[in-house]
């Protein structure tokens, strides 16, 4: 795996807007540093442009172009509202590449993502290129208004379910998963979204022998392995979320920490 | 007209710059390579460190708070043996005197830790008394003067370094505590500490931190650091290190005033991980501003 040099630069807004009903912004922003080689499942710490927030927030890497990196938030509190305001044109400093990317190294990937977790599988079903198949789970078919246009070209085959079932397959991603792995000859799951879906996609893929990543989330404050604010345990000792992972094989971590 | 100097010399430690790193900010430094400038850092002050390793506090260790935040981290570190063994070699490189923030249950831990830290790759100790997160006593070392100086006299004893006093700020009286410091022999003050702080959920109405309170950090806890690094210069004479709250080279001007003889940044290195960079250069222009030469010529220098 290449160790990019981080880099901390003051970044052009070149793109913001909303892409989702259920509050989804895109952000698309110069970094004026070349960004083709950065890993899908890495992340940037991203300061939020008015004085009155003091942490940077951490946002995945969910596509990049040339000079350019694409970031997919929903708005959660105080410091993603502030954000939202952002005007096109500004700037927004931005600390990264940071922690390690998904391994790529399989013939048949299927993503699994759910909610924003969809989000840094969109660069890695390009790195995939047309090659990967993705199960996207959300609540509604009103939340499904942002990813289906982006993974249109960029993936194989594409599952989706509902909580309500009023689009695609109605229940949790993970439930449909065994059906999915049986028909198919996956030789490695991605998954990235809630906790608990990642814990059962996990389980699952362990029970048909596949291999699986996983993408952590934790507070962090530095994002450069520093302040262990986010450490966990896994089966190799302590780690560190964002320098070790945010991507983890599935088999390392303990889901129940 | 001569050149301007930020070299300095601190408890017999000779520094590039009054700048250093607070302990627990800058992991070991490694982390902050790609950022930092090792020349203008004054020291290294690396993560508490304790005879075992640590794994620190369960559930959530940060919570942002207005203009600050709270940390329960618990100490987390692989334990001095580690430090002494694997970290102490890899850092050697940065040509930077190192200090190694110690944290002990009893008072025999820290004697032991002093001791074991005798090395050259080591400058000096600095005692974590304060630390409000580790419920094995911790705490109570930094809060009575008593169990304080015993602390020190136990570190003192099995060092040849210069041993520093981390002062916790959550006491009534700093200026007696930095008197008993000074009595038992402490080479030089650090403060403050984090205050210790807390948050809560309305909607679970349980507390944000996994340890319920946490230590208050950043620029919310800076006119409290400053205000006691001013009683503290005025009752003691020992060296200080004042920090809480710098995020800027103003701020740390104010601390160098307000007689602190160098500054330590912590939070501030999570949000420009350059600070350190960005400060020592800022102090340069201001000393120039003033035509001053020596960062000496303002500390202290406050006019009350
Ligand atoms: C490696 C990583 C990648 C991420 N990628 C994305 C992404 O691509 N898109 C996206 O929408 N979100 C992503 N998140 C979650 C995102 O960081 C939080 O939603 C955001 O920090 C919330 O900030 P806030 O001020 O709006 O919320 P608040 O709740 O007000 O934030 C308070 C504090 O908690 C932290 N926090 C809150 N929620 C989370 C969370 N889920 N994970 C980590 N810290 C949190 C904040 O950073 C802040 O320090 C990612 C998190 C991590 C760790
Ligand atoms: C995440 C974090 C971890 C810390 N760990 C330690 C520690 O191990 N030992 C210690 O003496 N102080 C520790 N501190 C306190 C800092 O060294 C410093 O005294 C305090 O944060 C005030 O400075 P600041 O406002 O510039 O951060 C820690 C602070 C933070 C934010
Ligand atoms: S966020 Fe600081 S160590 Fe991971």
Known sequence: MILHKHFLADGAIIRHEKIGANDVYLLDIDIFTNAESFAAGQFVQLQVPDGEILLRRPLSIADVSGSRIVLIYRLIGKGTERLARAAVGSKVSILGPLGTGFGLECKRPLLVGGGLGIAPLLLLAKRFAGQADILMGCKNAAQMDWPLPLFKNVVKNTFITTDDGSMGMRGFTAEHLPKILAENSYDKVFVCGPEIMMKTVAKITAGHKIACEVSLEKRMACGLGACLSCTIETRQGRKKVCKDGPVFNSTEVFFDE | ?304
Request: net charge negative; aromatic share 6%.
């Open chain 2, 1 to 304: 007209m001569s050149e301007i100097s930020l070299k300095t010399e601190l408890a017999g430690i000779k520094m590039n710059s009054p700048i250093m790193t607070a302990s627990g900010t800058f992991g070991f430094g490694e982390e902050f390579e790609d950022f930092a400038d090792f020349s203008t850092l004054g020291a290294i002050v690396v993560k508490g460190t304790t005879l075992q390793p640590r794994s620190g506090n369960k559930g959530i260790r940060i919570a942002e708070t207005p203009a600050g935040m709270l940390n329960c981290i618990g100490l987390e570190n692989p334990g001095v043996k580690v430090f002494i063994d694997e970290i102490s070699p890899r850092i050697k490189k940065y040509n930077c005197p190192i200090i190694v923030n110690i944290s002990g249950s009893t008072v025999e831990e820290y004697g032991e830790l002093a001791n074991m830290l005798d090395i050259d790759a080591v400058a000096a100790v600095e005692l974590n008394v304060s630390c409000p997160n580790v419920k094995e006593g911790g705490i109570a070392f930094g809060v009575e003067p008593k169990s304080m100086m015993s602390v020190i006299r136990a570190a003192k004893k099995n060092t040849h370094k210069p041993v520093i006093i981390k002062l916790s700020p959550n006491v009534t009286d700093i200026a007696m505590m930095a008197k008993a410091a000074e009595e038992a022999g402490a080479d030089a003050i650090s403060l403050i500490n984090t205050l210790m702080g807390m948050a809560i959920d309305i909607n679970t109405w349980r507390p944000v931190l996994g340890n319920i309170t946490g230590g208050l950090s950043g620029p919310a806890v800076k006119p409290v650091a400053l205000r006691m690094v001013w009683e503290v210069r005025k009752a003691v004479s020992l060296p200080i290190i004042g920090m809480g709250g710098i995020m800027n080279a103003q701020d740390a001007i104010e601390f160098f005033l307000a007689g602190a003889d160098a500054v330590a940044v912590g939070t501030a290195n999570f949000v420009e991980p350059d600070i350190t960079v960005k400060i020592y250069d800022g102090l340069e222009k201001y000393l120039g501003q003033k035509n001053l030469t020596d960062i000496k010529d303002i500390i202290g220098k406050l006019q009350a």
